[in-house]
């Protein structure tokens, strides 16, 4: 379909769409972990998706079409590099990182959003992440998605949702810890 790209025959697609522009480029690059890829990303998506606009019921969530569409087209792309998807053994954990992550909010105060660098260590540290953990924590800790609905996008049974998120959940707990011993909020070795 040759003009399914063009913008002239979707005049609603510029105004539905690019009011969403900087949330998706910030979910680009927390999906990539890299500026330049990012913008690449949602260069990708917004082409994808202007060419699936007649795919997009009206009425319905704009945003999470089009973050379905990055998301997507994420994914293909890295097929593309990599077919095989590594799974890991899930591993029976504790509820210690929960609660030692809750005491680490707790310490900082009301204000712990405002903490300088806190931003940038949760990007560096979602970006660590392996893409099959990665995407679910930014589809249900950033974009609201249930556990069902993730599940569903990701074709996958919401048993294995759940342990992925956990395993994910943990790994940023322990990523973040030396923030908090950098912050001095906790000592290297602290227990729960």
Not at 1 to 26: I, K, V
Request: with cysteine; hydrophobic share 40%; glycine share 8%.
């Amino acid at each position: 379909m040759a003009g399914a790209a063009n913008p002239a025959e979707h005049p609603d697609f510029e105004s539905s769409t690019l009011p969403y522009l900087p949330r998706l480029l910030q979910y680009a690059r927390r999906l990539t972990g890299n500026d330049a890829e990012a913008e690449d990303l949602v260069q990708s998506t917004y082409l994808n998706a202007l060419r699936g606009w007649h795919t997009f019921q009206p009425g319905s969530d704009v945003a999470r079409w089009l973050f379905t569409v990055c998301r997507n087209t994420f994914f293909r792309s890295r097929r593309k590099k990599d077919d095989s998807v590594s799974l890991e053994s899930p591993e029976l954990e504790s509820l210690a990182g929960a609660r030692e992550a809750a005491s680490f909010l707790g310490q900082l105060g009301d204000d712990w959003q405002q903490q300088p660098d806190l931003a940038a260590a949760i990007d560096t540290a979602i970006a660590a992440l392996p893409d099959s953990l990665r995407v679910l924590v930014m589809m249900i800790d950033v974009e609201g998605y249930s556990y069902e609905e993730a599940a569903q996008a990701e074709g996958i049974p919401v048993g294995t949702v759940r342990s992925r998120l956990y395993r994910a959940r943990r790994q940023l707990q322990q990523a973040l810890a030396q923030y908090a011993e950098d912050l001095g909020l906790r000592t290297g070795g602290q227990g729960a």
